[in-house]
């Protein structure tokens, strides 16, 4: 099984014809259904198609070369003999479903849909069309009807895992977890030893917040299916999150073993063994913003009582030589769009840059923006030709510990006395860390000494509970820089 759909479903049924057709039809058929069985495919479409020259009306002639052009890999051949047996004997369901089928593989969703619905109004037993009708809805995000053709089906076929496995899925797309969850739990009774239905159930006790039940059914993924990167992957988060940094780390070693999302792997591992690196990957940026984007602002603002951008805006505005209004606002790392809707009122011209693209999306929904870019932050400033007179960067160097080139390319794209806000993880000593969260964390002197090597002013700077992490708050700092 697979997260995704599974694929449709045939019985094998055929159809009786119509009309009675002449004798020498029929033998011409008779011939090409041996020679269909044997293999010798091109033959068999030859006497087939003689069958339906002498009697246009053979329905199996124009069924069975149907199922030869479809087992070719010429599908739209294929719907055309299909429909041509449906037109002759449209009260058949066997016809109507494969007619279905193959519009479902050739892209046509809706038209598939309505051959699904002909069978059940012939046949109000044919699971495989109700299962194959909540595929179709499945594939075009209709999740409700998904999840009603799926119970018919279910009621129809009980036992049948498959069923059970994509009535989870649709019911976990609507947002209906304990569903989700029960219909898991009845694919595995089915499938106990498929990996991906311990998989997708132990990412619904996830996002249930059943932690332990997750954990334990990654981990009889992973005993299933020893090489299921995406069990490991998941796995190690949910170590880290009990404190298992051992268990964690053999994940990530795992991972790396595995060749599955190496570069994000060798990030976290180098943060749980004690290494400091000069920089997160990108790929691993992305990817985790990605993850978060769908309830990224309900997590940050309820659970993790985020309030950096306006405590950023509060340390701007408290500046009594500064401007109380600014023409151009480069948001870096923008996210979802708070510090553009934070600091709407004291800009005129908003631009905001970050690697997510669900996080870009999300942003221009908020309608803030001027522009915006899905970029790296360095690569958008060495490229930006108009300077800002006003660039923040909220959490966004919490994911780079090198600040060398951040710093010079912010010099170059910042305007005559232009102002510079951003936040830090705090520590203490010299220079950074990277820490076992897989962010990084910079001393006061490694931000003083940036600031002098690159012509800036340290005009204000504060402590500052940046968020809350496992209950506890992360001390960091907030600096605002002049130019």
Same mark, same amino acid.
């Given at each position: 099984?697979?997260?995704?759909?599974?694929?449709?479903q045939t019985n094998g049924q055929t159809a009786k014809n119509a009309w009675p057709c002449p004798s020498n039809a *029929?033998?011409?058929?008779?011939?090409?259904?041996?020679?269909?069985?044997?293999?010798?495919? *091109?033959?068999?479409?030859?006497?087939?198609?003689? /069958?339906?020259?002498?009697?246009?009306?053979?329905? +199996?002639?124009?069924?069975?070369?149907?199922?030869?052009?479809? =087992?070719?890999?010429?599908?739209?051949?294929?719907? &055309?003999?299909?429909?041509?047996?449906?037109?002759?004997?449209?009260?058949?369901?066997?016809?109507?479903?494969?007619?279905?089928?193959?519009?479902?593989?050739?892209?046509?969703?809706?038209?598939?849909?309505?051959?699904?619905?002909?069978?059940?109004?012939?046949?109000?037993?044919?699971?495989?069309?109700?299962?194959?009708?909540?595929?179709?809805?499945?594939?075009?995000?209709?999740?409700?009807?998904?999840?009603?053709?799926?119970?018919?089906?279910?009621?129809?076929?009980?036992?049948?895992?498959?069923?059970?496995?994509?009535?989870?899925?649709?019911?976990?797309?609507?947002?209906?977890? *304990?569903?989700?969850?029960?219909?898991?739990?009845?694919?595995?009774?089915?499938?106990?030893?498929?990996?991906?239905?311990?998989?997708?159930? /132990?990412?619904?006790?996830?996002?249930?917040?059943?932690?332990?039940?997750?954990?334990?059914?990654?981990?009889?993924?992973?005993?299933?299916?020893?090489?299921?990167?995406?069990?490991?992957?998941?796995?190690?988060?949910?170590y880290l999150d009990q404190d298992r940094v051992a268990e964690a780390i053999a994940c990530y070693r795992r991972l790396?073993?595995?060749?599955?999302?190496?570069?994000? =792997?060798?990030?976290?591992? /180098?943060?749980?063994?004690?290494?400091?690196?000069?920089?997160?990957?990108?790929?691993?940026?992305? +990817?985790?913003?990605?993850?978060?984007?769908?309830?990224?602002?309900?997590?940050?603002?309820? +659970?993790?009582?985020?309030?950096?951008?306006?405590?950023?805006?509060?340390?701007?505005?408290?500046?009594?030589?500064?401007?109380?209004?600014?023409?151009?606002?480069?948001?870096?790392?923008?996210?979802?769009?708070?510090?553009?809707?934070?600091?709407?009122?004291?800009?005129?011209?908003?631009?905001?840059? +970050?690697?997510?693209?669900?996080?870009?999306? =999300?942003?221009?929904?908020?309608?803030?923006?001027?522009?915006?870019?899905?970029?790296?932050?360095?690569?958008?400033?060495?490229?930006?030709?108009?300077?800002?007179?006003?660039?923040?960067?909220?959490?966004?160097?919490?994911?780079?510990?090198?600040?060398?080139?951040? &710093?010079?390319?912010?010099?170059?794209?910042?305007?005559?006395?232009?102002?510079?806000?951003?936040?830090?993880?705090?520590?203490?000593?010299?220079?950074?860390?990277?820490?076992?969260?897989?962010?990084?964390?910079?001393? &006061?002197?490694?931000?003083?000494?940036?600031?002098?090597?690159?012509? &800036?002013?340290?005009?204000?700077?504060?402590?500052?509970?940046?968020?809350?992490?496992?209950?506890?708050?992360?001390?960091?700092?907030?600096?605002?820089?002049?130019?």
């Amino acid at each position: 099984m697979t997260t995704e759909s599974h694929p449709v479903q045939t019985n094998g049924q055929t159809a009786k014809n119509a009309w009675p057709c002449p004798s020498n039809a *029929d033998e011409f058929f008779h011939r090409a259904l041996d020679l269909h069985q044997q293999g010798e495919a *091109d033959p068999a479409v030859s006497l087939y198609q003689q /069958a339906i020259d002498l009697c246009p009306a053979h329905v +199996d002639a124009c069924f069975y070369l149907a199922l030869l052009h479809r =087992a070719m890999g010429a599908p739209e051949e294929a719907a &055309f003999w299909f429909g041509r047996a449906h037109t002759l004997l449209p009260g058949e369901a066997a016809i109507a479903y494969e007619l279905g089928i193959t519009r479902y593989s050739l892209g046509q969703q809706q038209m598939a849909i309505e051959h699904f619905h002909k069978v059940l109004a012939l046949d109000d037993t044919h699971w495989q069309a109700a299962y194959n009708l909540g595929t179709a809805h499945l594939a075009q995000g209709n999740t409700r009807e998904a999840i009603k053709a799926y119970h018919r089906a279910a009621q129809l076929n009980p036992q049948d895992a498959d069923i059970h496995f994509n009535l989870g899925l649709a019911c976990k797309r609507e947002g209906r977890l *304990d569903e989700a969850r029960q219909s898991y739990l009845c694919a595995m009774e089915i499938a106990p030893d498929d990996a991906e239905v311990h998989y997708n159930l /132990a990412l619904i006790y996830k996002e249930l917040g059943c932690r332990d039940e997750a954990i334990i059914s990654l981990e009889i993924a992973i005993a299933l299916r020893p090489e299921y990167g995406a069990a490991y992957g998941n796995l190690g988060v949910l170590y880290l999150d009990q404190d298992r940094v051992a268990e964690a780390i053999a994940c990530y070693r795992r991972l790396i073993e595995l060749d599955h999302n190496t570069v994000s =792997a060798r990030h976290i591992l /180098a943060a749980l063994t004690g290494e400091t690196t000069a920089v997160a990957p990108s790929s691993y940026i992305a +990817d985790l913003f990605d993850s978060f984007s769908g309830h990224f602002e309900e997590r940050l603002l309820v +659970d993790l009582e985020y309030q950096t951008p306006w405590e950023l805006k509060s340390l701007l505005l408290a500046d009594p030589i500064g401007p109380s209004h600014f023409t151009r606002l480069l948001d870096l790392g923008c996210g979802t769009g708070l510090v553009g809707q934070v600091f709407q009122e004291i800009s005129t011209c908003r631009v905001g840059v +970050d690697l997510s693209p669900k996080m870009v999306e =999300a942003a221009a929904a908020k309608k803030v923006y001027d522009e915006l870019a899905v970029a790296e932050i360095v690569t958008f400033l060495e490229q930006n030709q108009e300077p800002f007179d006003l660039i923040v960067a909220a959490d966004v160097f919490i994911y780079v510990g090198e600040l060398d080139r951040i &710093f010079a390319t912010l010099a170059r794209g910042l305007a005559r006395d232009g102002k510079i806000l951003f936040s830090t993880e705090q520590m203490a000593g010299q220079g950074y860390q990277l820490r076992q969260s897989g962010r990084y964390a910079h001393s &006061f002197s490694y931000i003083e000494a940036m600031a002098v090597r690159y012509g &800036f002013r340290i005009l204000s700077t504060q402590s500052a509970n940046i968020r809350k992490e496992k209950g506890k708050w992360i001390a960091g700092d907030l600096y605002l820089l002049g130019a």
